[in-house]
């Protein structure tokens, strides 16, 4: 494992609480500098969240087209996981 590779473990195990607002002001600033510079780290951190935005404030307001569970299913190989009449 390379320098960079550890310092995003590190900086990535930190996330939870930095996407929360509780992370220390010298780690969130060192982790929002690191995010400036390694764009997988940024994918992740932002991927993050908004799935978190989504889940929180629109996927209990969005329906699933019927069929659609079940297509996705069979894309993902998941087809032992489709209930019958989804």
Same mark, same amino acid.
């Given at each position: ?22 992370? &220390? ?39 699933? &087209? ?17 209930? &019958?009449?989804?």
């Amino acid at each position: 494992m390379n320098d960079q590779s550890h310092h995003c473990e590190d900086i990535l195990a930190t996330l939870a609480d930095y996407l929360e607002g509780d992370l &220390p002001e010298n780690l969130c600033a060192e982790l929002e500098s690191h995010l400036r510079s390694c764009e997988n780290c940024r994918v992740v951190v932002d991927t993050t969240s908004k799935t978190i935005y989504l889940y929180q404030n629109v996927g209990r307001e969005v329906s699933v &087209p019927d069929g659609a569970r079940a297509r996705l299913f069979q894309c993902l190989k998941l087809d032992d996981f489709i209930l &019958p009449g989804k």
